[in-house]
Structures are given as structure tokens and as C-alpha cells.
């Protein structure tokens, strides 16, 4: 208890005694009825959640009730492992449930900002105030050496996005400045057309030293677990990567960096979206583009909190059609089992009221979808197609001169940010735009399988519905088969022994 100023010297005594008499109670009544066994603290979390959970497992309704009471406050030490997340122990009612609970990483605020305000001040030291040709500058008075992680992507939006926040992380844990080729590969679109970055990111900022090791795509999603060399913060210089990695888990579960991640980060989870809106925040007029569209089409603003203010909740619904996941568009069954399990992982009180976006591969695939949804839910079903490119750039629908533009990369991040703001998420496996939103967003997505001959989730994944599967996580992409990676490894046993006892990640 907490004595105010006004009590008297006797008063706070007598407290300070009786609350030593019953932390001592306490203590000797927990030891007497076993409660510090192994078993019970590793499978029980605080009471009120434990009673919650079980009496949530009845019903779906009571678990949404249970995911979305305030995530408990833990320290950095302490959370390696949040206890409040499902296990695997939990039926698919807990995980459905999952999906309307608060943003990953809450508990993690103040230290993850406390971290990024000091690596800022050294990034902007390294890239601005450097003098050239210098081996070291000054941060905080201490030297920091000229080091850096220049990023050199390839592919879409989503796939340079998600390897520039991984590359931020590695720097901040490496001590380098980072920098990005947003441009290369000939990529139509511009990094400030799309954010207003908080610190400086333009790799043709600064001449930087020849890099010391080229980081591949294969090696950072493989290798990279095996490699403490080029990690370590005192040694080789500049670091390339290249292609498209997202690699965040795989500085988590990192022997030799995973003691730094837990000191500069407190855990993995919702990281990937604390990056990202700390140092990309969207360029001011592509922001209020996306509030009016947001306002306009259900009067609510981006993130607004439907699951406690009896708002109507928005489901972001993406299906990815053709390329590397399917040869074949969804046909008419497959779009009727996905929007029947859109509406079946909400309350069933919340049903009636939702707003449903759909974001789609083609103006013949989003017109399947808005039939579909009318079909299941009835005429005064709210389906919102996310805006086209021909309404605002004049364009033919699905125009490839104009998908691969400027506007065009405009364009997919306004759809791109709709999705994330939405209160739950039904996404596509193996694509980077469903896999982006759910980072972004900080909650968990459910990804629906219509084709589970290619069973991109089943390591990581919890089965909630027929062919509905929701992830242990939503920093590291589901389609990776981490298990396997991990036994194929030399250095698995160390990388699971330096995760801990409890590491989701390193035992999928």
C-alpha cells in the first residue's frame, strides 16, 4: 500500500508492519500449497487471466472478452516469454479470440523509445555530422566508429519495406547507421513519396566504406543463426544486405545478439510495428488521404478501439490470386468458405454490424467477393472494395503501366495501411502485402488456406477454423519453415538453448 503525506509517522509504521506480516503470510502459505513448482509457473499466468481463460473456453464470446482485458505490465527481464499470449495448450476458441486482443508489445513502450531516441542521435551522427573521411564521431560522449548497414532490396513495396525495419533493428543492436537503395532494381517508387523518415535514410547521403560482408537473402533467413562475426558490434565495418529478407526473428533467436535484443528491445513481439511507426511515419498528404478514406467509408478513424466502444469492427479481408501461391484464381466455393470463416471468427453479437474491406487481385476477383458477402450476409452487408487505381489516377482497372508508378506505390500503401487499421485481418499465405499488414498492425491475423496441398503455416500456426490458421506470431513470416531450418542447422541446439526453456520461436 501507499501511505499519503498526512498520515503520521505511528500511522505509516503500523502499515509498513502490517504489510510485512502479510507479504510473510502470503509467502508461507504459497510454498506450504506448492505454487512455486516448476510446473505451476510456467503453465499459470496471473489469477484473473487464468480464470478468465477458463471460463472463456465455453464459448467464444467470454475468450473475446478474456484476449481483450489490458495486457499486464512485466519487466524487460521478466518477459522473454508474455504469459498472457495462447499456448499451445489453449483450444482454437482462445486463439480466435486472440485476434481482438491489444497491440503486441504495450509493455515494452518506454524501453524500445528510450532505445530509438539514442540510436537516432547516432544515426543522424554517423550520416549528417560525420566530417568525411573520419573514422569516428562522438554520441552522447562516447566515440561511436563510422559503421553502417547499407540495404539494397529488390521486389514490391512490401518486401523492401519489411527488410529496411529488420535492417534498423540490426543496426540499433550493431551500433550502425543504416541506409537505404530505395530505388534499386529499377523500383518505381520513392521512399519520401510514401513516408516522412525521422531520421536520415537516403543511402546516397553519405560515401560509404567499402562494405566488409555482403548479408544474402538465403544467408540471412539460413546461415546468418550461425554467423557471430559479422554481428558483433565492435567488428567489421559496413554490412550489405541484399534482396528481401525479414529477418527480425532471426536477431532474436541470434546467440550472439539475442542478450543485446532482450537489453535494447524486451522481446520480439509487436517490434516490427514499433519500428515502423516510430521511424517511417507516412507522408503527410498519403496520411490524410488514408483518414478520409477511412471517415469516409465508415466514419471511424484508423485504429479506432470497435472492440471496447461498441464501435462496428472492420475486417481486412486479402486474397493474393495467381503468382507463386496459386495458379488459379478462388472459385466461387472458395470465396463463399472464406467469407463464411471471415464472419465466423467474430462475436456472433458483433456479426450483423461489420464492415468488411476487401482488398483483391483484379476488378473480376473483387467483384466475386462483393457478390459473396452480399450472398452471406444479406443486402445490408457493408463490403468495401479498397479504392482501385482507376478512380484517382484515370487508369484502366488493374493497369500494369500503372500499378508499377509512383502513384502506384502510393496506392499500395494506402491499401496497405486500410488493411492494418482494421480490427481483425483475414489474409492470404506467402504474400508479403498479408504478411506486412499483420506486422504493421501489432495483432495477430488469421490466414486462410484454400489450397492445403501447400501447408505454408502448419509449423507456426494454430488451425482455428477448417483451414484457418493463426500464427504464434506476427514478427516472423509464417510461410518460414523455422523448425526445419533449425534441425538443418549446425548451430540449432545452441540457437534453442539461447533462447530459453520457453522460446515460441525457436520450437514452432
Avoid at 498519403?286 to 471511424?300: E, H
Amino acid at each position: 500500500m501507499q501511505v499519503t503525506r498526512v498520515c503520521g509517522r505511528a500511522r505509516r509504521r503500523v502499515a509498513l508492519i502490517c504489510c510485512m506480516i502479510a507479504v510473510i503470510g502470503y509467502t508461507t502459505l504459497s510454498y506450504s500449497r506448492g505454487v512455486h513448482s516448476n510446473r505451476a509457473v510456467r503453465h499459470a499466468p496471473a489469477a484473473a487471466p487464468v480464470a478468465s481463460a477458463a471460463e472463456s473456453r465455453a464459448n467464444l464470446h467470454a475468450a473475446v472478452r478474456y484476449a481483450t482485458m489490458a495486457a499486464p505490465v512485466v519487466s524487460a527481464a521478466a518477459s522473454r516469454e508474455n504469459t498472457s499470449l495462447p499456448t499451445l495448450d489453449d483450444p482454437p476458441e482462445v486463439w480466435r479470440a486472440s485476434l481482438l486482443a491489444p497491440e503486441a508489445g504495450a509493455e515494452h513502450a518506454q524501453l524500445r523509445r528510450t532505445t530509438f531516441e539514442h540510436w537516432a542521435k547516432l544515426q543522424r551522427a554517423l550520416v549528417v555530422d560525420a566530417p568525411p573521411g573520419g573514422d569516428a564521431v562522438e554520441v552522447d560522449g562516447q566515440p561511436v566508429a563510422r559503421r553502417f548497414v547499407v540495404v539494397r532490396p529488390c521486389c514490391q513495396l512490401c518486401n523492401r519495406l519489411r527488410t529496411l525495419v529488420s535492417s534498423i533493428a540490426l543496426g540499433i543492436l550493431t551500433d550502425r547507421a543504416v541506409l537505404i537503395d530505395f530505388e534499386a532494381e529499377g523500383y518505381y517508387g520513392r521512399l519520401h513519396d510514401l513516408y516522412a523518415p525521422t531520421v536520415p535514410l537516403d543511402a546516397h547521403l553519405v560515401a560509404t566504406p567499402k562494405p566488409k560482408a555482403a548479408l544474402s537473402w538465403e544467408f540471412l533467413l539460413h546461415g546468418f543463426l550461425c554467423d557471430s562475426a559479422a554481428v558483433q558490434r565492435g567488428g567489421a565495418g559496413t554490412l550489405e544486405v541484399h534482396g528481401a529478407p525479414c529477418f527480425l526473428h532471426a536477431l532474436h533467436l541470434h546467440p550472439a545478439l539475442s542478450g543485446r535484443f532482450r537489453e535494447a528491445f524486451g522481446g520480439p513481439e509487436g517490434l516490427f510495428a514499433a519500428i515502423y511507426r516510430h521511424f517511417l511515419p507516412l507522408e503527410r498528404s498519403l496520411q490524410a488521404r488514408i483518414d478520409a478514406s477511412f471517415a469516409s467509408l465508415i466514419g471511424l478513424s484508423p485504429g479506432a478501439d470497435a472492440v471496447h466502444a461498441g464501435r462496428p469492427l472492420t475486417v481486412g479481408v486479402h486474397v493474393r490470386n495467381g503468382g507463386d501461391f496459386r495458379s488459379a484464381k478462388l472459385s466461387a466455393i472458395e470465396w463463399a468458405r472464406l467469407a463464411r470463416s471471415a464472419l465466423e471468427l467474430l462475436p456472433i453479437e458483433r456479426r450483423a454490424a461489420a464492415v468488411f474491406f476487401v482488398a483483391a487481385d483484379g476488378a473480376a476477383s473483387r467483384e466475386t467477393a462483393r457478390e459473396t458477402f452480399a450472398n452471406l450476409l444479406g443486402s445490408s452487408a457493408r463490403v468495401l472494395l479498397l479504392p482501385g487505381l482507376a478512380k484517382r489516377t484515370g487508369c484502366k482497372a488493374d493497369d500494369a503501366d500503372c500499378t508499377v508508378s509512383r502513384e502506384g506505390a502510393r496506392v499500395s500503401l494506402l491499401e496497405l495501411s486500410l488493411l492494418a487499421a482494421c480490427n481483425v485481418r483475414v489474409l492470404s499465405p506467402m504474400s508479403s502485402f498479408s504478411e506486412m499488414a499483420a506486422a504493421v498492425s501489432a495483432r495477430r491475423a488469421a490466414y486462410f488456406h484454400p489450397d492445403l496441398q501447400r501447408k505454408f503455416h502448419y509449423e507456426t500456426a494454430v488451425e482455428v477454423l477448417p483451414r484457418v490458421f493463426v500464427p504464434h506470431s506476427v514478427e516472423m513470416p509464417a510461410s518460414i519453415a523455422l523448425g526445419r531450418t533449425l534441425d538443418a542447422l549446425t548451430c540449432g541446439p545452441a540457437v534453442r538453448a539461447a533462447a530459453g526453456a520457453g522460446a515460441r520461436w525457436a520450437r514452432p
